[in-house]
């Protein structure tokens, strides 16, 4: 899991985001929980001509993360065939001069993004990337670290989520999604099924008592299945409930 967790993550910030390799492990990997007991023999190398990424720990556990153009960075348990490459590759956005960031010049809102960027005097840096303020739908401030600019590509982790909760309250507005309705998975449709009653609302909030561990440790089964990519949709569907 740690080995496929560094080659994917390295993969996405190197070739997708541009980003140095070393930087990738200081700032996104090595604070990473769980992940400081095995740093002493853990080991990557970047081969930018074939665009992997490859992972050790002791020499072993090999993980090895490919960069697909237009595609993104997949692990050898999901590697896109060749007519998905070619979809991605067709929709592909051609590269442009990255756009210059809206400046304001409020006293306020620029001590406000001065103090989410400073680091502490001591303790764990926090390593602030990137923040856009949006209000009533208006961009007005944004900053960036070092590298980063508007148009970098940046891995979403957990902010995805928030996302995703938002297109599924477009959808709400529209009338087309009931947030109360039972989930529609398949697995979960008999009645006498304890997950039957579980609503779509319940899912988005992650209150749906699914038995599911996440601590963040890589250890948990979550991780292990986001990490090596397996099918975690279907692995969620055939969690049982947490019995109280």
């Not at 899991?1 to 090595?30: H, K, M, W, Y």
């Not at 609503?199 to 250890?219: H, K, N, P, V």
């Amino acid at each position: 899991v740690a080995t496929a967790n560094v080659a994917q993550t390295l993969c996405a910030d190197v070739f997708v985001s541009g980003l140095a390799p070393d930087r990738v492990f200081a700032e996104n990997i090595a604070p990473m929980q769980g992940m400081h007991i095995l740093l002493p023999h853990l080991r990557y190398a970047v081969d930018t001509a074939r665009q992997t990424v490859t992972a050790q720990w002791h020499g072993r556990f090999t993980s090895v993360a490919t960069y697909y153009p237009g595609y993104g960075c997949a692990l050898p348990t999901t590697t896109p065939d060749a007519a998905t490459l070619q979809a991605a590759r067709e929709v592909a956005s051609p590269a442009t001069t990255p756009a210059a960031p809206v400046v304001n010049t409020d006293p306020a809102i620029v001590d406000a993004l001065a103090h989410a960027f400073a680091e502490p005097a001591s303790g764990p840096r926090r390593n602030v990337h990137a923040i856009v303020v949006l209000h009533d739908g208006k961009l007005v401030a944004e900053r960036y670290a070092t590298g980063f600019h508007p148009d970098t590509p940046q891995l979403g982790y957990s902010m995805s989520k928030s996302v995703v909760n938002a297109l599924l309250g477009i959808l709400v507005r529209q009338g087309k999604l009931d947030m109360h309705a039972m989930a529609p998975v398949p697995t979960w449709q008999a009645p006498d099924d304890p997950r039957h009653h579980i609503t779509l609302d319940q899912l988005s909030r992650m209150t749906s008592g699914l038995d599911l561990t996440e601590d963040d440790s890589g250890f948990d089964p979550v991780s292990s299945m986001l990490f090596l990519q397996k099918d975690m949709a279907a692995y969620a569907a055939h969690a049982a409930p947490r019995i109280p």
